[in-house]
């Protein structure tokens, strides 16, 4: 029981380390122009499809903080969010990708029960990563945006219509959205399949 508690920490560690390596360089959030991808959801699907729901919700967690930190290291719509409400930033940042690692977790359990072929479940979690990641992040943006008078009075100093902001972060973020979904599919189902069997076989 003790080895598998030391086992599970150092798992956790590797992982965490991993995650704090792409936060803090370009391999996690590449940037072209004003487009901004994300690749950190792939340690987050790794972790709560091979170790279960608390442990995506710690790389989750972690994936938030390091994005709350990229507002300070040349994201330009980061240090605008920061620039607007730091505390409501930092929810912006930390909740969607907490409770996104949380949910890749579950939605694999209960897919990985019912799946004949052992390897739609992993697909699916896989790309739900990053869909809930962008859904989450939007709609929070959002709430918090519209209940945030600061927010509505800068973008209208700014000559922003705000009665187009949906349509502008769907623009926005939807790019994204789409290419950081095709690669957590195709690299989460590439990498998650064989490792979860790896770990399987050795308990």
Known sequence: MKNSKVVRLAQY?????????????????????????????????????????????????????????????????GAMLVGINPFFTLILCIVPRTL????????????????????????????????????????????????NDTFVKTMTEWGFDMSAIIPFFAAFIGLNGIVEAIFSLVAGTAITKPLHKAFAEKQ
């Open 13 to 77: 560690a590797v992982l965490v380390a991993i995650m704090l390596l792409m936060g803090f360089t370009p391999l996690g959030y590449i940037r072209v122009g004003a487009i901004e991808i994300s690749t950190m959801m792939l340690p987050v699907a790794i972790a709560a499809i091979v170790m279960g729901p608390l442990a995506g919700t710690l790389l989750g967690f972690v994936f938030g903080l390091t994005s709350f930190a990229q507002c300070f290291m040349g994201s330009a719509f």
């Open 100 to 147: 996104m690692g949380f949910l890749v977790g579950i939605i694999f359990k209960a897919l990985y029960r019912i799946d004949k072929t052992k390897l739609a479940s992993f697909a699916v979690a896989s790309i739900c990563s990053a869909l809930l990641n962008t859904v989450f992040f939007v709609f929070t943006l959002i709430v918090l945006f519209y209940s």
